[in-house]
């Protein structure tokens, strides 16, 4: 990870809090990349309050819709939120916002519960997650550009693709509830769900602005 | 398997590693695969952040009374026992892809190979689970693998090298993929050793998670 961008980004940080945001990179965080950097930076505690008060209810409610149990959902949700604590100082907002980074710790989460032994998981800041861009061009602003494109493009979709994207995040289980639900073989649901998909990134190559 | 359906079922893998249903070996061979791939990274990283714009969509439900206080109880006690599993990344197999580096033993020593044919060797790799059996083979320039049938379907990565089968040519980060019964006869190029991770999901067929994904292709 690049240490002198986040330095960078935390000092201008720093300035910003009386003097407005000057800082282009600042600019395009939101306001929970932001926090993150702050809670990894100063151990801040209160920001961390708001950061959990803000995705452990959404975080919660995506796990019991991608398959988890009520119990399960709040224990992954709390070992998640452990986890954005402990690690928030490795958080590289060119690698990822905060939402897709505590996505991906909670992915890693409802896995070890499966799997119950714990791996070196992938974190989202190692480089095999993103590449960096050829040209000089600016990796936060093309971090976040294609984090809006994605928020933008769902909000318009059909809801029976909306529903479909979900379901690539469902477990096992799910999967084959659908199937049964639907009398359709599992290969059936998973190609749909994969054809969905391909829509959704030929919508994103398509979206302009 | 024809090309189509090998991107089909590549296209699958990363979904399926993207919302973490993978058995291990699996997993580490998609991880494998996208750190040598850079078409495959980038569908990672979008339906890693699509799952973040989903979570970030989620209605709000309330975590069970006393939630967060609870939390920091937890933290404020300081124990972290994932620091220790985070920082133990191998020093060895510096030639490797970096998630493969802790499964393998050492490739340079010659203790690690089983000889098993002409310029044929495998590595066994243990996952500590019972999903199938992964094998890493070295092949040496122009040498082949016999021609053979499979027991269960099989997901082979390219690591180094390339080789040619019936169905196609190979090179580094490629994945081929042979269904249940398939016959083929993979031979090394000429200018280099060739070394491939193996996934082969064993004899339990179509009913293991590969087996299911492949369930798509044979519907």
Redesign the interface.
């Known amino acids: 990870m690049n240490f002198r961008v986040v330095e960078e980004l935390i000092s201008s940080l720093d300035m910003s809090m009386g003097s407005g945001f000057s800082n282009d990179n600042q600019n395009s965080l939101s306001e929970w990349d932001t926090c993150l950097l702050k809670i990894g930076k100063y151990r801040d505690?209160s920001a961390f309050?708001s950061l959990?008060?803000h995705?452990?209810?959404?975080?919660?409610?995506?796990l019991?819709?991608?398959g988890s149990d009520e119990s399960a959902a709040?224990e992954i949700?709390?070992e998640t939120?452990?986890?954005v604590?402990?690690r928030a100082e490795t958080y590289n907002p060119e690698s990822?916002?905060a939402?897709?980074?505590?996505?991906?710790i909670?992915?890693?989460k409802?896995?070890d519960k499966?799997?119950k032994?714990?791996?070196?998981?992938?974190?989202?800041n190692?480089p095999?997650?993103?590449?960096k861009p050829i040209d000089k061009s600016d990796d936060i602003l093309q971090r976040t550009e294609?984090?809006k494109k994605?928020?933008n493009v769902?909000k318009n979709l059909p809801p029976e693709q909306a529903k479909l994207?979900?379901s690539?995040?469902?477990?096992?289980k799910s999967h084959r509830k659908i199937a049964e639900e639907t009398n359709l073989?599992?290969?059936?649901v998973?190609?749909r769900?994969?054809l969905a998909?391909?829509r959704?990134?030929t919508q994103?190559e398509d979206f302009e602005g | 398997m024809n090309k189509q359906n090998t991107l089909t079922l590549v296209e699958t893998l990363l979904i399926d590693y993207a919302n973490g249903t993978l058995p291990l070996a699996l997993e580490v061979l998609v991880e494998t695969h996208i750190s040598m791939n850079p078409a495959s990274a980038k569908s990672i990283r979008m339906l890693l952040q699509l799952g973040g714009a989903l979570l970030e969509n989620s209605e709000p439900i309330s975590l069970s009374e006393g939630s967060f206080e609870k939390l920091m109880a937890e933290i404020d006690s300081g124990f972290d026992k994932d620091r220790e599993v985070y920082n133990n990344v191998s020093n060895d197999n510096k030639l490797l892809p970096l998630p493969l580096r802790n499964y393998a033993q050492d490739i340079d020593s010659p203790k690690s190979w089983k000889r098993i044919g002409i310029g044929l060797s495998e590595q066994a790799i243990n996952f500590g689970d019972d999903f199938g059996s992964t094998k890493l083979y070295k092949i040496s320039p122009g040498c082949s693998v016999p021609s053979h049938s499979h027991d269960g379907n099989e997901v082979t990565l390219v690591l180094s090298g390339g080789f040619t089968d019936e169905y196609g040519t190979y090179g580094p980060g490629d994945i081929s993929i042979q269904e249940t019964g398939a016959v083929h006869k993979p031979v090394a190029d000429e200018d280099g050793e060739c070394i491939v991770l193996a996934v082969n999901e064993g004899p339990i067929v179509l009913t293991g998670p590969v087996g299911r994904l492949l369930n798509m292709l044979i519907k």
Do not use: V
């Open positions: 505690k309050k959990y008060e995705f452990a209810p959404r975080l919660k409610s995506f019991l819709r991608i709040e949700c709390q939120m452990i986890m604590w402990r990822a916002g939402s897709t980074w505590i996505f991906t909670a992915r890693n409802r896995i499966l799997r032994d714990s791996r070196p998981l992938p974190n989202i190692d095999l997650f993103y590449q294609e984090e994605i928020k769902l994207i979900l690539a995040y469902y477990d096992d073989p599992l290969g059936t998973k190609s769900i994969r998909i391909n959704l990134r994103l």
